[in-house]
């Protein structure tokens, strides 16, 4: 199984800065692709960034020069720098991997549990 814990939300004026972390727990998986996602209420879950094991970011258009997604393999973590924040950036924040048990080709999602970000004044 692979678990994934998140931390770093909160509250946030507008204009501010957050940075999300999400450590995965890994055991007899390989993790291929980590992102985020966001889902705000009332409104579909999607995807904010995304990173693959070889370091290539694909970012949604709207926090593109805003947002920044890392990550360190050696700590099976990922981080996502959220700057100059909006309020309607305000969501619940779920970390996602994709990842595959060691011998087998399939590959299975896995979810955190979110974490809540609010930007407001």
């Known amino acids: 199984q692979v678990q994934l814990v998140e931390s770093g939300g909160g509250l946030v004026q507008p204009g501010g800065s957050l940075r999300l972390s999400c450590a995965a727990s890994?055991?007899?998986?390989?993790?291929?692709?980590m992102g985020w996602y966001r889902q705000a209420p009332g409104k579909e879950r999607e995807l904010v960034a995304h990173?693959?094991?070889?370091?290539?970011?694909n970012y949604a258009d709207f926090v593109k020069g805003r947002f920044t997604i890392s990550r360190d393999n050696a700590k099976n973590t990922v981080y996502l720098q959220m700057n100059s924040l909006e309020p309607e950036d305000t969501a619940v924040y779920y970390c996602n991997a994709v990842a595959r048990r060691i011998g087998y080709t399939s590959t299975v999602g896995y979810w955190g549990q979110g974490t809540q970000v609010t930007v407001s004044s």
């Open positions: 990173i693959t094991n070889g370091g290539s970011t």
């Open positions: 890994r055991s007899g998986f390989l993790i291929n692709a």
